[in-house]
């Protein structure tokens, strides 16, 4: 039972304060309640992004709230007290640690702790601790980390460069690329261009007045960048004496460098493919441009040859070492993004991750999705990439479901939002 003078108590200091400063918070208020520890810091720290997309989630009751608190906060409101409701608030009262916790009914939640004061703390709307209490439902649950993708092979163009075959493949696959980045903007979706030497070093042969007349007189790298938002990274097999720092160069020497992205790479070492993505701990030169230093930082699409059997991973973390590859090293400086399966279904199958409790709203999975360079150009590719991709990741945004974001934008909103922790999910 409530002590008839502890209910007068609770409500003239509920009064009081609602006297003082309506509906708002007193400047009061706002110190107790942020020198009044673990229950403010866990109100603003708590996700808050199911405010901010369409699918809401369902409000908490008072009843929810107090019963979690009950759980959560056991020192402050021990055991399981009577819900009483008085003057337009809804509270418990905790006899043995002498507390109140009250929800008004403009959704305000307040505290009293008697042993050590008798004003009463205003904490936060009840709507901020709707996915601590609720944390797998689905609003609740953080959006899939998701990345569109093209990777531009060192065989394109075809054909030697300098040929008139390699000039007009290279104008072909200029019109493509165009057409691709124009559907994702459509959409106001990024799309991430990661291309190899040979593509980077036919646009410095081709793009010429001429050429750039189209593109308001830019090459295509900086027309895609600058004009239709596309993000590019450096993609690089190693081969034909080209390395990841000289294809990171020539962005550079087109106007679209700065990328730390490491655009693929054949992650195992036992195989003769291995990467070596470990070198990229310092900055590494060029091969066939060696006053060019680069540092890769952000490893994607960590592949197999073929990509025949490549890892089924998702999340990010700092690869410990080759054969500890999957291992988080806090102190690593070199970054991995999982791709998962590299489709739309697998979003779906991450989500549902969140919902089953096997991870929390602190760890962030990732996916990403390979829109092939031969889908581009076939013969109604770009309507199936809408139809297959774009449409589909456009619904699941909608509801929450999936963030497009691109790999760097990504690994800062890791270490933002994530706090940089260390998630992996590999099946
Ligand atoms: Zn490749």
Redesign the pocket.
């Given at each position: 039972m409530v002590g008839q003078s502890m209910v007068k108590l609770i409500e003239a200091g509920l009064l009081i304060l609602l006297a003082a400063c309506g509906a708002g918070v007193s400047p009061e208020g706002e110190r107790l309640a942020s020198d009044n520890g673990p229950l403010k810091a866990v109100a603003s720290n708590a996700p808050k992004r199911a405010l901010s997309v369409q699918a809401v989630a369902q409000a908490i009751t008072p009843d929810m709230l107090m019963d979690w608190a009950e759980g959560a906060f056991a020192d402050l409101f021990p055991g399981h007290s009577q819900t009483t409701s008085s003057q337009g608030f809804v509270y418990r009262y905790y006899p043995s640690a002498s507390s109140f916790i009250a929800v008004k009914s403009d959704g305000g939640v307040y505290v009293l702790f008697l042993n050590t004061s008798d004003q009463v703390k205003y904490v936060a709307p009840i709507a901020d601790f709707t996915c601590l209490v609720t944390p797998t439902a689905f609003a609740c649950r953080p959006p899939i980390y998701t990345v569109i993708f093209t990777?531009i092979?060192?065989t394109t163009p075809t054909g030697t460069l300098g040929t008139s075959q390699a000039r007009s493949n290279y104008l072909l696959w200029r019109d493509r690329l165009i057409q691709m980045a124009n559907l994702t903007r459509r959409y106001n979706m990024t799309w991430v261009l990661q291309p190899?030497w040979k593509f980077l070093e036919a646009a410095r042969l081709y793009e010429d007045g001429a050429t750039m007349a189209s593109t308001g007189g830019v090459n295509l790298l900086r027309y895609l960048r600058d004009s239709l938002g596309v993000i590019i990274d450096p993609?690089?097999?190693e081969g034909s004496g080209y390395n990841y720092p000289d294809v990171a160069y020539l962005l550079e020497q087109l106007g679209v460098g700065g990328s730390t992205v490491i655009g693929?790479h054949v992650w195992d070492p036992s195989l003769p493919q291995f990467a070596h993505w470990e070198r990229f701990r310092v900055p590494v030169a060029g091969e066939k441009y060696p006053s060019a230093l680069w540092r890769g930082e952000l490893l994607m699409g960590s592949g197999t040859p073929g990509h025949t059997n490549d890892p089924i991973v998702s999340g990010m973390w700092r690869p410990k070492d080759p054969y500890n590859y999957f291992v988080d090293d806090p102190l690593g400086n070199i970054s991995a993004v999982g791709a998962y399966k590299s489709d739309v279904g697998g979003i779906t199958t991450l989500r549902g991750l969140y919902e089953a409790g096997r991870f929390d709203a602190t760890c962030m999975l990732t996916n990403t999705i390979h829109v092939f360079p031969s889908t581009i150009s076939s013969a109604g590719g770009l309507a199936t990439v809408e139809r297959d991709v774009v449409l589909p990741l456009q619904s699941l945004r909608a509801s929450g479901q999936v963030e497009i974001t691109n790999f760097t934008a990504l690994a800062a909103t890791w270490k933002s939002r994530f706090g940089g922790k260390a998630c992996v999910y590999q099946e």
């Open positions: 990777h092979e060192d190899d993609h690089s097999h693929g």
